[in-house]
């Protein structure tokens, strides 16, 4: 396996192997893409802010981690030195900030939004 390729083990010592663009990015905390995912199949990268030619594309890892059997499965000690870093990222959405959650909330996938619709309307109807 070339050393660029992105793997993820599904247990029983098998990987599957990641070609998407998405893989390749790493994390921020003032991430400037957000990847909406619309499928399977199918995911849009949005742009957050202006970005400069040659700038790497960054998006937040705690984002698009959710419906892991209900369980944190990884936690990043982050460095990417931004002025909101959040120095711990746990892989699952409802552990980021209240703040970071009503952000990306619009760029979930409607299944997402339908599943935990109770968990949903409590985070965008209350403001602490
Ligand atoms: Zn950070």
């Known amino acids: 396996m070339p050393n660029n390729d992105h793997a993820d083990y ?3 010592g098998r990987y599957v192997l990641s070609f ?10 003032n991430p400037n893409i957000v ?7 199918k995911s849009n990268f949005i742009a957050l802010r202006d970005i400069k030619k040659g700038e790497e594309l960054t ?9 892991q059997f209900g ?3 990884w936690v990043i000690d982050c460095k990417c030195e931004s002025k909101n870093c959040r120095k711990k990222i ?3 959405f ?3 900030p209240k703040e970071i959650q009503r952000i990306y909330y619009k760029y979930l996938p409607s ?3 339908r599943k935990y619709k109770d968990k949903f309307n409590k985070l965008m109807t209350r403001r602490k």
């Open 35 to 41: 990847v909406k995912h619309e499928s399977i199949a």
């Open 94 to 96: 409802f552990k980021q």
């Open 71 to 73: 369980k944190t499965l």
């Open 20 to 29: 998407h663009p998405y893989s390749y990015m790493n994390h921020s905390c």
């Open 59 to 67: 998006h937040d890892y705690g984002i698009g981690a959710m419906d």
């Open 10 to 12: 599904i247990g029983r």
């Open 111 to 113: 299944a997402i939004k």
């Open 90 to 92: 746990p892989g699952d």
